[in-house]
């Protein structure tokens, strides 16, 4: 079953969905197979049921255990590489 990959930004319009394909675009490089769903940050308490990682471009509040990547990496292109490799360590475990 694909892991679950929560993207949020704080309307999640813009940059949510630009950092939701980069994501998209190097796993499918990578050949791995995730579930990618975008929100605003306000709205991830209501969306974990399921989710095995959160990458957002802002805080997000409690998240209970569920591991977080608060990045602005994949706007800036400094980090993308190493916060990549965070994400899949996670997803692959």
Do not use: H, W
């Not at 994501?23 to 197979?33: C, R, V």
Request: a negative charge; glycine letters at 8%.
């Amino acid at each position: 079953m694909a892991k679950k990959i929560l993207v949020s930004c704080g309307t999640a319009v813009a940059t949510s969905t630009v950092v939701l394909r980069k994501i998209e675009e190097n796993l499918e490089e990578k050949g791995i197979k995730v579930n990618l769903i975008q929100c605003k940050a306000a709205e991830v308490p209501s969306k974990l049921d399921g989710v095995d990682l959160i990458v957002t471009t802002t805080p997000v509040g409690d998240v209970g255990d569920i591991p977080v990547i608060q990045t602005l990496s994949f706007l800036t292109g400094i980090g993308v590489d190493a916060d990549m490799e965070k994400i899949i360590s996670y997803i692959k475990e």
